[in-house]
């Protein structure tokens, strides 16, 4: 099984900045991906950034054009950790923020699928 826990969330005042973590945990085999989701209430979920494997400290990137230029995810491969470094923050920013991995069991190994972590709350006030 794996696990994956979200850290670093509270709350900031409008422009202010945020760095949330989320390590990935189990029999991991390999992860293909990680990134984000978040959900405010009473909206939809959305997709927020990913980013792919390769070299120590991931891959390449992609960003929802809400966040570009504002936030920036990256990676620890090694320690199955996925970040979240969010500048600028506005109010409409504040949801739930939620990590996925793309994970390969070390029981299926071709295999990976989808594993999510429980979020973290991000509030931002004006």
């Known amino acids: 099984q794996v696990q994956l826990v979200e850290s670093g969330g509270g709350l900031v005042q409008a422009g202010g900045s945020l760095r949330l973590s989320c390590a990935a945990s189990?029999?991991?085999?390999?992860?293909?991906?990680m990134g984000w989701y978040r959900q405010g209430s009473g909206k939809q979920r959305e997709w927020v950034a990913s980013?792919?494997?390769?070299?120590?400290?991931?891959?390449?990137?992609n960003y929802a054009g809400s966040v570009k230029g504002r936030f920036t995810i990256s990676r620890d491969n090694v320690n199955h950790t996925v970040y979240l470094q969010m500048n600028s923050l506005k109010p409409e920013d504040t949801s739930i923020y939620y990590c996925?991995?793309?994970?390969?069991?070390?029981?299926?190994?071709?295999?990976?699928?989808?594993?999510w972590g429980q979020g973290t709350q991000v509030t931002v006030s004006s």
């Open positions: 996925y991995g793309i994970v390969a069991e070390t029981t299926a190994p071709g295999l990976p699928r989808h594993y």
């Open positions: 189990g029999s991991i085999f390999s992860i293909n991906a």
């Open positions: 980013i792919t494997s390769g070299g120590s400290t991931g891959g390449s990137t």
